[in-house]
Structure formats: C-alpha cells, structure tokens
C-alpha cells in the first residue's frame, strides 16, 4: 500500500505504543497516539517523529471514558483515512493476592484493559469498515502472556483482563473478516519499559528460555508485521512475542 493511512497508537506516549509508533512512522503512517496524563511524554515521541521526517500528532483521551474515544477516532480522521489501531493502553494495579486486592483496583484494571480496548475497536470498525464506507484496515490488541500463566500472587486480575482481550480478538476477527478488517493481538512476555525494577527485571528474565527481557522495539517489529500487507492473511491469531515464556 503506497499511503498506509493513518494508525491511531492508543497508549503511545511510553514503552511498547511509542516503539509502535516510531516504527509505524517510519513505514508510512501518519500516527496519532494517545495520552492520558503525561503530555509532555507523547510531545517528545511526536517531535522525535516529526524531526525524523514522519508524521505523527497526539491526543489526549481517557479510554475509561466513552467520550473521549469517540472524540480520539473523530479528529484522528481529520489527517486521513484511519486504516491501522494498536491498543497498547494497559495498567496492572498493585501487585498482591486477591485476597488483598481491593474492587477499584479490580474495576480500573478491567476497563483500561478490556472496556477500553473494545471501545475503541468499536470506533476503529465504523471508521474501516468497508459496508460503512471505510477502506479496511487493521486491529491490533497489545496483550500478554499473563494471560495464560495466570500472574498467580501478584495481579490475576490483570491477566483475566488480557484473557478477556484474546477472546475479543477471536470474536471480532470473525465478525469483521468481510469487512476488511483483520484483528489480532501481540502477547510479550517481559518487556524492559522503563517501568520495571533490577528486581523484577531479573525475575522476567529467569523465566524466559532466552534468559533476558525484550526491547520495546521487538514487540513492535511484530504488531507491524501484523498490520502491513506481508500479514494480508493473518488475522485472529495471537502471536506470542515472549522469548520463549
């Protein structure tokens, strides 16, 4: 594709979503990443864009709030046809057992993690749907392999959050498949974010057969492959980025 369109990175100040959207620049986009609180993160990732001859603009939405997600895809398509959205918006809580887990964090985990990621597909849909006007695109959820090993001890909830994010994908896959439209996720094991400590850095890294964390950048080649025209096939699958974890 000659002009892929503009890709809408929803969480793309910071770690994985601002890897996605250098990388998605430099293939083309015109990306429009998205910003809860920290303006100042997603300004020096669009200006590092910017500088480096792409196309990039930011935007500040809430995915806990409906209005904001449909106000995001409405002036992101102001730049052009929205034909690429990575969901890369996650939180974890406080790490403990669920028997100290208390409900806001249950409740804030599951709509940043899940409620969010399907608002916004919602949206990215009637924007590519080709039966709605669109020129297809793709969807693209950052998920986990918490997901399958469950982070027992430390925040399950979570990794249900992310489980929740598999079994959309599947669905939506499915249902937007003639629309032109292909879903999938990107499952990382440990990633070095900034956001880690030595400790918990060690730890990841015990439990990958690579015996190390991934770069940002590794995750992002994927969700790129996933969304460009080498991928043109590919769509409900869960491809497992995690060094063997």
């Known amino acids: 594709?000659?002009?892929?369109?503009?890709?809408?990175?929803?969480?793309?100040?910071?770690?994985?979503?601002?890897?996605?959207?250098?990388q998605a620049a430099a293939s083309g986009y015109h990306v429009v990443l998205t910003y809860s609180s920290r303006r100042e993160m997603a300004q020096s990732?669009?200006?590092e864009i910017n500088a480096a001859g792409g196309r990039a603009d930011y935007l500040c939405a809430d995915v806990a709030r409906e209005s904001d997600i449909v106000s995001l895809f409405a002036k992101a398509a102001e730049y052009g046809p929205i034909t690429a959205m990575v969901y890369s918006s996650g939180i974890t809580g406080s790490a403990s057992k669920l028997q100290d887990a208390e409900l806001a964090t249950l409740q804030q985990v599951m709509t940043v993690n899940l409620t969010g990621a399907m608002l916004c597909a919602r949206e990215a849909v009637r924007k590519m749907s080709r039966s709605l006007g669109g020129q297809g695109g793709s969807i693209t959820f950052i998920s986990s392999?918490?997901?399958?090993?469950?982070?027992?001890?430390?925040?399950?909830?979570?990794?249900?959050?992310?489980?929740?994010?598999?079994?959309?994908?599947?669905?939506?896959?499915?249902?937007?498949?003639?629309?032109?439209?292909?879903?999938?996720?990107?499952?990382?094991?440990?990633?070095?974010?900034?956001?880690?400590?030595?400790e918990r850095q060690a730890k990841g890294a015990a439990a990958v057969a690579m015996g190390r964390v991934a770069d940002p950048a590794e995750i992002a080649s994927a969700v790129l492959y996933l969304t460009s025209d080498k991928a043109s096939y590919v769509t409900g699958a869960n491809l497992a980025v995690a060094g063997g974890a």
């Open 45 to 47: 990732v669009a200006d």
């Open 145 to 198: 392999r918490a997901s399958d090993r469950g982070s027992a001890g430390e925040y399950i909830w979570y990794a249900a959050s992310k489980g929740g994010v598999n079994s959309f994908s599947t669905g939506l896959a499915r249902e937007v498949a003639q629309d032109g439209i292909r879903v999938n996720c990107v499952s990382p094991g440990p990633v070095d974010t900034g956001m880690l400590s030595p």
């Open 1 to 22: 594709m000659d002009k892929p369109g503009v890709m809408i990175v929803v969480g793309g100040s910071r770690g994985i979503g601002a890897a996605v959207a250098k």
